[in-house]
Nanobody, 121 residues
Framework: QVQMVQSGGGLVQAGGSLSLSCAAS????????MAWFRQAPGQEREFVAA???????YYAVSVKGRFTISRDNAKNTVYLQMNSLKPEDTAVYFC???????????????WGQGTQVTVSA
């Protein structure tokens, strides 16, 4: 059974920073793409960032230059460093791992439980 357990998140003022972590267990995911998605109330789930098996990063335009995705295969963990946060970043953030398209949520196989990020104006 593969589990992805998230940590981090919380409440921060606009302009602040938060760091998210997602540690997988039950299977080594070094051969998977890893990603972060988010969903705000009443909104569709959207792609945030991904990092391929070759460690190539991908970012949504809305977060490029502010967020950094990284992974540590030895720890089976993916991270998201979020800087210069804006109120529109407020959402539940989910980590994911998969072997197909990096920006399409439906293509991911494993998901974390989600964690709330709230950015106040």
């Amino acid at each position: 059974q593969v589990q992805m357990v998230q940590s981090g998140g919380g409440l921060v003022q606009a302009g602040g920073s938060l760091s998210l972590s997602c540690a997988a267990s039950g299977r080594t995911l070094s051969s998977h793409n890893m990603a972060w998605f988010r969903q705000a109330p009443g909104q569709e789930r959207e792609f945030v960032a991904a990092i391929s098996v070759q460690f190539t990063p991908y970012y949504a335009v809305s977060v490029k230059g502010r967020f950094t995705i990284s992974r540590d295969n030895a720890k089976n963990t993916v991270y998201l460093q979020m800087n210069s946060l804006k109120p529109e970043d407020t959402a539940v953030y989910f980590c994911a791992a998969g072997i197909r398209r990096v920006t399409i949520g439906d293509d991911y196989d494993y998901w974390g439980q989600g964690t709330q990020v709230t950015v106040s104006a």
